[in-house]
């Protein structure tokens, strides 16, 4: 039986607490970077047991604003890999630097560190580590690299939010590491970011984030000469309000409690099609904690008459949501003709990316709805079997 309603891939997962706290600030007299955002800063670094943190309108602000206090621009390259999302690459083309493309591990599909040393030159100057749907990159191989080849690990920690890497927290140590809270994110604001790692390094990307100005308006409202500000270098518009802070604080409060439903689902899935040869479900290392961003499982086009696209259709027909991340940043129109990429530059992300579906996963998901999503997935597979 199809369901009635349509199950949408990853509503935000929003309660009164969140509206009773952005009503608040609306009536607070202060509704853009100010109090709430200080508070959420030192409390998601105390979450993650960061150094300090960075509260941002993006987690591509955080991305791009650490690649310019890192002072890396024309003439420098940073490797990236090229399954995941355009944001982590269009920086550094933002930044005027080169964008140097790698492909993927088969499992985890996050950055191949033997890839990543074959394409250090004596311009790359930072790695872009992606933790692809909350799956941690290899960080050992990718540090070993960065200290002998005296590089920058910028994380895109997007999905990462929660997730830990042989015990330890993803976004905790000296950085940067950026995270997002976009509509779909594990924790949203809506529209937000926030940059971890050494605070030395987060007062200067501040500067940065608020146009080059020495000091944010709320602390100038507090000090004699409140007009006052000093431009030190033409910086960004990338801070995030108290409206966006007052989401934050809430969501923060209830992420442990969001992650232990994310984590029955994924149980649930996992028993589910533990025994179907059409399907591979995620990969996982014994030495990660998953954030769980995502659940993608990938197709067996030797067990299917379908493909891909053909899947999502027949799951759309039974009202269930899907997406697919990513499409390689290397067969994008723009890259491919900038940097003359041919698709097989990168065999194992094209090898994987067709076969990539990820399914409804969020805390708002009940069993049934778990239940439907896995019908409709076995009935899929079952009826378009080879
Ligand atoms: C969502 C996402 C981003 C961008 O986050 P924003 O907060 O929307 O800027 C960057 N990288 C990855 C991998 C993402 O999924």
Not at 242 to 260: H, I, P, S, T, Y
Not at 329 to 350: C, E, L, N, S
Not at 366 to 379: F, G, N
């Amino acid at each position: 039986m199809p369901r009635d309603e349509f199950l949408p891939f990853s509503p935000p997962c929003l309660g009164d607490e969140e509206i009773a706290e952005v009503a608040d600030c609306l009536r607070s007299g202060w509704i853009t970077t100010g109090p709430r955002t200080a508070r959420f800063e030192s409390e998601f670094a105390r979450y993650l047991g960061a150094p300090a943190a960075l509260g941002l309108n993006s987690c591509t602000a955080g991305l791009h604003t650490a690649l310019v206090a890192l002072g890396i621009g024309p003439g420098d390259e940073v490797i990236a890999p090229t399954l995941t999302f355009a944001s982590t690459v269009n920086v550094i083309e933002h930044a005027g630097a080169r964008p140097v493309l790698v492909d993927v591990e088969p499992d985890t599909m996050n950055l191949d560190p033997e890839r990543v040393a074959a394409a250090v030159t004596d311009q790359t100057r930072a790695v872009m580590v992606v933790h692809l749907g909350g799956h941690p990159a290899d960080m050992d191989p990718l540090r070993e690299i960065a200290a002998a080849e005296d590089l920058v690990l910028i994380q895109d920690a997007a999905h990462a939010l929660p997730a830990a890497y042989k015990g330890e927290r993803i976004g905790s140590g000296p950085g940067p590491a950026s995270f997002s809270f976009y509509a779909t994110k594990n924790l949203t604001t809506a529209e937000g970011g926030m940059l971890t790692g050494d605070p030395e390094f987060l007062d200067r990307a501040r500067i940065i984030s608020r146009h080059g100005m020495s000091g944010d308006a709320w602390r100038r409202d507090r000090q004699e000469r409140s007009w006052s500000y000093a431009v030190v270098q033409p910086g960004f518009k990338y801070n995030m309000t108290d409206v966006q802070a007052a989401m934050g604080l809430k969501q923060l409060e209830k992420l442990d409690r969001m992650q232990r439903r994310r984590r029955e689902i994924v149980a649930l899935y996992d028993a589910a099609f533990a025994g179907c040869d059409a399907l591979e479900t995620p990969a996982r290392r014994p030495e990660v904690e998953h954030a769980w961003h995502l659940y993608a499982v990938r197709l067996n086009p030797d067990a299917l008459r379908i493909d891909r696209d053909r899947f999502i259709a027949e799951l759309e027909d039974r009202r269930i949501g899907t997406s697919v991340h990513f499409i390689p940043v290397h067969i994008q129109p723009y890259y491919r003709d900038r940097y003359g990429f041919a698709p097989q530059d990168m065999p194992v992300a094209m090898e994987q990316w067709p076969r990539l579906i990820s399914l409804p996963l969020h805390p708002g998901l009940s069993d049934a709805d778990a239940a439907d999503v896995i019908e409709a997935v076995t009935e899929v597979a079952a009826s378009h079997r080879r």
